[in-house]
T-cell receptor, first 112, second 115 residues
Framework: SQQGEEDPQALSIQEGENATMNCSYKTSINNLQWYRQNSGRGLVHLILIRSNEREKHSGRLRVTLDTSKKSSSLLITASRAADTASYFCATEGDTGRRALTFGSGTRLQVQP | DAGVTQSPTHLIKTRGQHVTLRCSPISGHKSVSWYQQVLGQGPQFIFQYYEKEERGRGNFPDRFSARQFPNYSSELNVNALLLGDSALYLC??????????????FGPGTRLTVT
């Protein structure tokens, strides 16, 4: 079963605009990670934020985490056509199994 | 350095057949995890192996099995294939460090089609 839900399911923007994707999850976590997937290929790790962190930056990416609301957001600034992909959040639970539980993903289309 | 490699890239099988998928982790990584991604959905966890032992199993039937070899490569086996097994099968490797820094590196996947 999917841990969380990404919102929106699909997003279409123009090059240069910012893209914001949201993720909600259900259980307590050790960390939350964001991945990108191009055209049904392998997943590329973008950023990891730990449960005791609230915000993290990496290049044009900004991730926030609100553990009280069990939600996270991924902001891509100054988007490029090459950012077109599906984006997934994934959580590592804080009990037992050390596997990732993925959300259903946001399909981002950046128009040149 | 080579990333995670998977073989084959694509595979077409008939219902009822058996399939073996292979994965080689990044050099130095001792943990391998397998995920199934059905079209339009996020990946779902199948198995995790560390130091050749099963460390976790997702909600998949016994038709799915896996193993890890002394060189840390891994195989995923699926018996009695069903149409619903058609999916992208992803392998991920990691160092399995302490909690809170668990980053997995994914391979390109094997696209399995069951007809």
């Amino acid at each position: 079963s999917q841990q969380g839900e990404e919102d929106p399911q699909a997003l279409s923007i123009q090059e240069g605009e910012n893209a914001t994707m949201n993720c909600s999850y259900k259980t307590s976590i050790n960390n939350l990670q964001w991945y990108r997937q191009n055209s049904g290929r392998g997943l590329v790790h973008l950023i990891l934020i730990r449960s005791n962190e609230r915000e993290k930056h990496s290049g044009r990416l900004r991730v926030t985490l609100d553990t009280s609301k069990k939600s996270s957001s991924l902001l891509i600034t100054a988007s490029r056509a090459a950012d077109t992909a599906s984006y997934f959040c994934a959580t590592e639970g804080d009990t037992g199994r050390r596997a990732l539980t993925f959300g259903s993903g946001t399909r981002l289309q950046v128009q040149p | 350095d080579a990333g995670v490699t998977q073989s084959p890239t694509h595979l077409i099988k008939t219902r009822g057949q058996h399939v073996t998928l292979r994965c080689s982790p990044i050099s130095g990584h001792k943990s391998v995890s397998w995920y199934q991604q059905v079209l339009g959905q996020g990946p779902q966890f199948i198995f995790q192996y560390y130091e050749k032992e099963e460390r976790g199993r997702g909600n998949f039937p016994d038709r799915f099995s896996a193993r890890q070899f002394p060189n840390y490569s891994s195989e995923l086996n699926v018996n009695a294939l069903l149409l619903g097994d058609s999916a992208l099968y992803l392998c991920a490797s990691s160092l399995l460090p302490s909690a809170g820094t668990y980053e997995q590196y994914f391979g390109p996947g094997t696209r399995l089609t069951v007809t």
